[in-house]
């Protein structure tokens, strides 16, 4: 069945630094990517999201980047704050009509003051 | 209060109990699902109502049972349920896709624990 591969399942950094944390899916017919942020003990929250007719798409220190001929894509964050330690979601889905999203399993991000 | 709520935000029970999950959104949306969150795996679909009708049942054990008496609130009703059925319950909303994707808005989730 289809699935969405998410790398890595922890990654720390320093303050300042930058992180990149990376999906692949497997679903030919997904066009429509978002990423959700769930702070501890909070909702996952929509931060980005990005459709298949663009390659990049950047919202202050914060990019996505897709690559569809390889099925992947990117999470960038730059100059990392310790208020971005959280765990991140990648997932796939079409903007056809349908009401399914295939999530990835998660990053715990650490940012390391 | 706006955007989505759940309660009760932690239950516990035991697996001969009946006891009910609740989600209300104040969006306008009229989609509404259930996600069952569990340690290191994927979001799981659960349910999905639209427009007040089941649009997704995704191979859910009957000892969970949806209910969505109009488009702003949804509930799951648990009974009999089992330990590994302990997990994190996040209701979400969004538009109908009708045209364009469905953006979800999530809760904050019912933490269960089945004992």
């Known amino acids: 069945g289809e699935n969405v591969e998410q790398h890595p399942s922890t990654l720390s950094v320093q303050e300042g630094d930058s992180a990149v944390i990376k999906c692949t899916y497997s679903?030919?017919?997904?066009?429509?990517f978002p990423w959700y942020k769930q702070e501890l003990g909070k909702r996952p929250q929509l931060i980005i999201d990005?459709?298949?007719?663009?390659g990049e798409k950047k919202d202050q220190r914060i990019a996505v980047t897709l690559n569809k001929t390889a099925k992947h894509f990117s999470l960038h964050i730059t100059e990392t704050q310790p208020e971005d330690s959280a765990v991140y979601f990648c997932?796939?889905?079409?903007?056809?009509?349908?009401?399914?999203?295939?999530f990835g399993t998660g990053t715990r991000l650490k940012v390391l003051a | 209060e706006t955007g989505v709520t759940q309660t009760p935000r932690h239950l516990v029970m035991g697996m001969t109990n009946k006891k009910s999950l609740k989600c209300e959104q104040h969006?306008?949306?009229?989609?509404m699902y259930w996600y069952k969150q569990s340690a290191k795996k994927p979001l799981e679909l659960m349910f999905v109502?639209?427009?007040?009708?089941?649009?997704e049942n995704n191979s859910v054990p009957s000892r969970f049972s949806p209910e969505c008496p109009n488009s702003s609130h949804l509930f799951l009703h648990l009974h009999t349920l089992q330990p590994e059925d302990s997990a994190l319950y996040l209701c979400?909303?969004?538009?109908?896709?009708?045209?364009?994707?469905?953006?979800?808005?999530f809760g904050a989730g019912s933490r269960l624990t089945v004992l």
């Open positions: 979400a909303s969004s538009h109908a896709p009708i045209a364009g994707a469905n953006v979800l808005t």
């Open positions: 679903d030919s017919a997904s066009n429509y």
């Open positions: 990005i459709r298949s007719n663009v």
């Open positions: 997932a796939a889905g079409t903007t056809s009509g349908t009401y399914k999203y295939i």
């Open positions: 969006l306008g949306h009229n989609a």
């Open positions: 109502y639209s427009l007040e009708e089941r649009v």
